[in-house]
Structures are given as structure tokens and as C-alpha cells.
């Protein structure tokens, strides 16, 4: 059976291959993952877990272990809306927009919407490490508060836009930049207080 | 200045960049996610992938199903309240054909005449 064939006939996806199916594009996986191809779809996940894990680990402030529930909740989310995959983004970029909501829906408990739970703490005094403690930027970014973690995490490590940024958050693009500029001066104070703890 | 403040400095886009992008998940997790699918009918053996022929027989039968079901109703229906008017009416006829209060009086009031007439033969 050829590439082609393979994808035009989803039903059989499930007998294709390890070392075909490794070779596909995304769209191509994601056609066949559709159908109920089990084969496409382990390779969708194997390709994007590793990313999503990270950036799930990362928005959430927790560890690897956390975030897997996490990561799990995004697959079931993402599978029957594959439908709706256009290809417009990357995979990648889709899929981590999926797994930003349950994420938020993670942290959320109880709150009504994103952008109340995200930005009410954010006024809290920051608390500094330890004179003793040593922290790198991976844990200054996970000792921010949530909102600000979170739109840090998205524009300066994941390279969303504001307007990306605002869109997933259900805020304006102008909160989002405010946000930001707060929460690079809060990891700033968080980092420099290490310099001048090591020197 | 405040501009300057708010932006990025070179060690701090470096150590952002030098950031891993990528987490290794547990050995377990692949598995739990298809077993979680799976489940929810969505992959593997769960999943029933029709063929389009079938979706629109299926489709086809039920409309059938539904248009001879709705049709025996109606029938069932105009048989019933046929049933039910032939009932009415042969009540009707009965009620007619009984005798009625003032009949049954005036029979009470002849066989009275008739016992007052038997009486008075007997004195006379």
C-alpha cells in the first residue's frame, strides 16, 4: 500500500507500519489518526508529547509527574477535535493551545473564568529565595504567579504573539503586554537577588 | 528607560533560549492516553468505522421504520375510534330499546287499577 493509498483509506491505517508512519507529516497522521488509525495516532504522540509535556510542566509550575495528568486531559481534548485541524498552524501550536485550556482548567478550581484566577494574585508580594538557595531561571519562572508564569512562558519561551496570547486568555492584547513587562521585572528581582546572594 | 526595563537583556534571551523545549515523558503515559481513547470509543477496536453505504441504509431503514410505524399507528388509531363509535351507538340503541321511568310508573299504576278492581269484586 502506498503513502497515498494509506491516507485516502483511513480504515487501514492501523496496520501500517512503524518505520511508514514515522515518515508521514503531521496533516498526513493526523488524516489517518481521524479514521481511528491507532498507528498514526502513536506517532502523533510521540512526536508532540515531549513539547507539550515540557510547556504543560511549565505553565502549571509543577513537575513532570503533575503535568502528565495534565498532558493526558489535552489528548482526549485534542483527539475528537482533530477533525477540525486545518493545518493553518503547525501541529504543535494547535495542539498546545489545547493543552493551555486544560492546563488553566487544571489550575482554575472553582474560578469562573482564566483571567480571574490568572492575574488575582499577581499583586502578591514575590516571595525571594533563600540566601542559601540557588535558583535558575527554570525555577525563577516556576515561582511566579500563575498569570504571570503563564504569559511569560508563552511569549518569551513558546514565541506566541500578544494577540495569541490574548485570544487563548479571553483578555485584551494590551493586558497581555502589561503582564508581561510585570512579570519579566518580578523574575528579573527573582534572578538578580541570586546574583547578589552568589557574589 | 522604563522601555529598556521592560525588555529582554542579552544573558536573559540566552538563558530563555538555553531552555530544554522538550520533556520525556513517562513509559506509561502512551498507554494510558490510548487506553483513555479507547474507552471514550474514539480508537482501536472500540471505534466502529462505518462505510458510507451502510451509514445511509442505515439511515434509510430507519426512515422506513419510522414512516410504517407512524402509518400501523394511525391506523391503529382509525380502528379504535371506529370500534369505539360502533360501542356508542349500539349503547344508544339499548338505552332506547329498555323501558324508562315513566313507562315502568304507568306499569306500576295499571297493576294497581287492576288490584283495586279485584278488591271490589270481592265485596260486591
Redesign the interface.
Request: glycine share 8%; net charge negative.
Given at each position: 500500500m502506498t503513502l497515498s493509498a494509506a491516507v485516502a483509506n483511513?480504515?487501514r491505517q492501523?496496520v501500517i507500519p512503524r518505520a511508514t508512519t514515522a515518515s508521514l507529516a503531521d496533516f498526513a497522521l493526523v488524516s489517518a489518526a481521524v479514521?481511528?488509525g491507532?498507528a498514526a495516532?502513536?506517532e502523533l504522540?510521540?512526536r508532540h508529547?515531549?513539547?507539550l509535556?515540557?510547556f504543560v510542566?511549565r505553565v502549571l509550575g509543577k513537575s513532570?509527574?503533575d503535568?502528565?495528568d495534565v498532558?493526558?486531559d489535552t489528548?482526549?481534548r485534542a483527539?475528537?477535535a482533530l477533525v477540525t485541524f486545518r493545518n493553518e498552524s503547525s501541529f504543535s501550536t494547535w495542539l498546545c493551545s489545547i493543552g493551555l485550556r486544560a492546563a488553566l482548567d487544571s489550575m482554575r478550581r472553582g474560578k469562573r473564568r482564566a483571567s480571574e484566577f490568572l492575574f488575582e494574585d499577581d499583586d502578591a508580594p514575590v516571595v525571594l529565595p533563600h540566601h542559601d538557595e540557588r535558583m535558575?531561571?527554570?525555577k525563577a519562572i516556576a515561582a511566579l504567579s500563575p498569570g504571570y508564569r503563564t504569559i511569560l512562558v508563552m511569549h518569551?519561551?513558546e514565541g506566541f504573539t500578544h494577540e495569541e496570547i490574548a485570544s487563548q486568555l479571553g483578555i485584551a492584547p494590551g493586558t497581555s503586554k502589561a503582564q508581561l513587562?510585570k512579570a519579566?521585572?518580578v523574575m528579573?528581582a527573582l534572578?538578580t537577588g541570586l546574583e547578589k546572594n552568589d557574589a | 528607560m522604563h522601555n529598556e526595563?521592560?525588555e529582554?537583556r542579552e544573558h536573559?534571551l540566552a538563558?530563555?533560549a538555553a531552555?530544554?523545549?522538550?520533556?520525556?515523558?513517562?513509559d506509561l503515559?502512551?498507554e494510558?492516553?490510548?487506553r483513555?481513547?479507547r474507552s471514550?470509543g474514539?480508537?482501536?477496536d472500540a471505534?466502529r468505522?462505518k462505510q458510507p453505504w451502510m451509514q445511509v441504509s442505515l439511515r434509510i431503514a430507519a426512515a422506513a421504520a419510522l414512516f410504517i410505524g407512524g402509518v400501523a399507528t394511525g391506523q391503529y388509531m382509525m380502528t379504535r375510534s371506529d370500534t369505539n363509535a360502533l360501542d356508542n351507538a349500539a349503547t344508544i340503541r339499548a338505552a332506547n330499546e329498555l323501558p324508562t321511568g315513566s313507562t315502568m310508573q304507568h306499569m306500576k299504576a295499571v297493576k294497581s287499577d287492576e288490584k283495586v278492581v279485584a278488591e271490589r269484586e270481592m265485596w260486591l
Open positions: 483511513p480504515s492501523t479514521g481511528g491507532e495516532f502513536r504522540f510521540r508529547t515531549p513539547h509535556l515540557q510542566s513532570a509527574g503535568a502528565e498532558v493526558q489528548w482526549v483527539y475528537p535558575d531561571i527554570e518569551d519561551v513587562f519579566r521585572r528579573r534572578l | 526595563d521592560q529582554l536573559e538563558a530563555l531552555l530544554p523545549r522538550e520533556l520525556q515523558p513517562g503515559l502512551e494510558r492516553v490510548v483513555a481513547l471514550a474514539h480508537l482501536g471505534r468505522v
